[in-house]
C-alpha cells in the first residue's frame, strides 16, 4: 500500500501519485504548490487580536479550547472575554469540571449552555459516520446566535488549522470566527497546558471532551478500515503542527471502555450497531 512521503494518508484515505519519486497524496501536491505561510498566518492573527475589545470563546473544556481561552486572557488580554461550554447531552463530566476549574482560575465568566444532540449522534453512530462536522456546525450557529444576541463580534476558537491561508472568517451577521491556535504546534499547546489546573480525561480517541467520539471511531472502523480524523491529522503532519509518531498513534482504532459504550447507547436509546 502506498504512502504518502509527506503526511500520513495512503491508499485508503487519499490518491496518491508518484512525484520525483516519492509518492504524494494530492492535498500534499497542492500544499507543494502552494504553500502555507505560517509567518502571515501569525502576523494577520496579532494584527486581528489587537483590535478584538469583546468575544466569547467557544469552550468546550478539552484542552485547545482550554490554551485558546488562556491565550486570549493572559498573552493577548482581551478586555471582555466570556467562556462559553454548550453542553450537547453527551460531554464528559470530567470537561465540564475542567472548564469551570480553568475559567475560574483565570478569572473569566463561564456560560454553560445545555441543548440536545442525540439526533447528530444517534444518526452518525447507526451509518457509521463522523458525528463532529454536524456537531461542530450546530454548535458555531448556536454560538453566533448568543455572540449577535449580547453584542459580541467576535467568537474565538481552539481551531489550530487555518481557513485555506487566514486565521479568521466573516460569518453571516457581521460576527468574525477566529482561530486562535491557527498554526500552533502541539508542542506548543501542551506547554501551555502545563500552566494549568487542567487534568486529562482518560478517553479514547483524540478528545478530552466528548463520550461520543471514542464509539463513533470506533463504529468507522470497524465500516471503513480507517479513521474519520485522517484528513484532518494528515493536515497537522503536513503544517508540521504533529509528529508523525504522534499522529500515527492517534489514527489507530480506539479500545472504548464498555462503561462509555453503555452511557452513550443508553442515552440515544440504541441497543444493535451491527
Known amino acids: 500500500m502506498l504512502k504518502c512521503s509527506l503526511c500520513v494518508h495512503d491508499e485508503r484515505t487519499a ?3 508518484i512525484v520525483n519519486g516519492n509518492p504524494l497524496c494530492r492535498e500534499c501536491q497542492v500544499y507543494l504548490k502552494h504553500p502555507i505561510d505560517r509567518e502571515k498566518i501569525r502576523r494577520e ?3 486581528l487580536m489587537r483590535e478584538v475589545d469583546k468575544a466569547i470563546l467557544a469552550y468546550s473544556g478539552g484542552k485547545d479550547s482550554v490554551v485558546a481561552l488562556y491565550l486570549a486572557k493572559e498573552v493577548y488580554k482581551v ?3 466570556e467562556a462559553v461550554m454548550i453542553e450537547h447531552g453527551l460531554m464528559a463530566r470530567e470537561a465540564v469540571e475542567n472548564a469551570r476549574r480553568i475559567a475560574e482560575h483565570l478569572g473569566v465568566p463561564f456560560t454553560l449552555l445545555e441543548y440536545d444532540y442525540s439526533d447528530i449522534f444517534r444518526e452518525a453512530l447507526l451509518k457509521g459516520q463522523s458525528p463532529c462536522r454536524a456537531c461542530s456546525k450546530r454548535t458555531l450557529g448556536k454560538l453566533r446566535k448568543y455572540a449577535l444576541r449580547k453584542g459580541y463580534k467576535y467568537i474565538i476558537t481552539g481551531h489550530e488549522l487555518p481557513f ?3 486565521p479568521y472568517r466573516l460569518m453571516s451577521g457581521g460576527v468574525v470566527q477566529i482561530r486562535l491556535l491557527a498554526m500552533m504546534s502541539e508542542k ?6 502545563k500552566r494549568l489546573p487542567f487534568e486529562f480525561p ?3 480517541g483524540y478528545t478530552t471532551n466528548c463520550l461520543v467520539l471514542g464509539p463513533a471511531l470506533e463504529r468507522y472502523w470497524e ?3 480507517h479513521s474519520f480524523e485522517q484528513r484532518r491529522i494528515a493536515a497537522l503532519v503536513r503544517y508540521g503542527l504533529m509528529s508523525r509518531e ?3 498513534k492517534e489514527l489507530r482504532k480506539p479500545k472504548v471502555p464498555e462503561w462509555q459504550k453503555k452511557i452513550v447507547f443508553e442515552r440515544l436509546r440504541l441497543t444493535q450497531l451491527h
Open 15 to 17: 490518491k496518491i501519485d
Open 45 to 47: 492573527l496579532e494584527e
Open 79 to 81: 478586555p471582555e472575554i
Open 164 to 166: 485555506g491561508h487566514h
Open 188 to 193: 506548543e499547546r501542551f506547554e501551555i497546558l
Open 202 to 204: 482518560e478517553l479514547p
Open 223 to 225: 465500516k471503513n478500515g
Open 246 to 248: 504522534r499522529a500515527e
